[in-house]
């Protein structure tokens, strides 16, 4: 009799676990999936997924069934691994714009008649480590002076007031010498010559083209330094 109860019950439990794992492997739900290959440190935007309808089983919840609501707590960022076309959304699998480059990377991404200019500087004669991505800056250029047979002309330094196109510069990154990104927290580990910031990336409108003609041939024709403005609101 034990036995028998014994088998019962085994039976029972085994019948209830097959049948979670049947109605598991049957039911569907309808998720997002990337549309194409999606590589490592690239933006997630909506473009790129598209809804499909997968098995639950497996999902352990890492998945998201409404785009626009998930992309409310973005910006996001493809991690280490990489999406393949098809597969479904893990936003495990996702960083978040702190570690992939900061808000300014979704925001160039997403905007339209925008683009960027680079400038060479020195920060720790100009703005030090106060130039952060969305601080608008002005700019300051030095021209050296040249005493030559042919030409003869005293240093200058030119501002905003002397050229319109230097003032109201929106920064949105800095690199090392080395071409590293910083952020407020990068000089932590220590100060050396190669974590000295020494290029500033600035996004301009699309039509702004004579602003970024000025910029480089100041740079090319003498020193570019950045001041912090008071007004930042943009």
Known sequence: MIICVSFLGVFAVTYRLNQNYLRQVVETVTVAAAKTDLYPGEPLTPDKLIMAEKPVYGLDGDYVTEINGFFEGGPWYIGDIGIGAGDILR???????????????WEFDRREKVRLIAVE????RSGGDWLWPGMLVDALVYIPGRES???SRPAEIIGPAEDPLLKGLLVIDKKTTNGLSLNDQSLDDGYGRDLIPAV???MVEEHDLERVKALIRYNEEGKIYFSPTGNQSL
């Open 149 to 151: 047979y042919e030409e």
């Open 91 to 105: 936003p495990d699998r996702l960083a978040p714009a702190a570690g992939a480059g900061g808000d300014w990377r």
């Open 200 to 202: 500033v990336t600035l």
């Open 121 to 124: 500087t020195n920060l720790v």
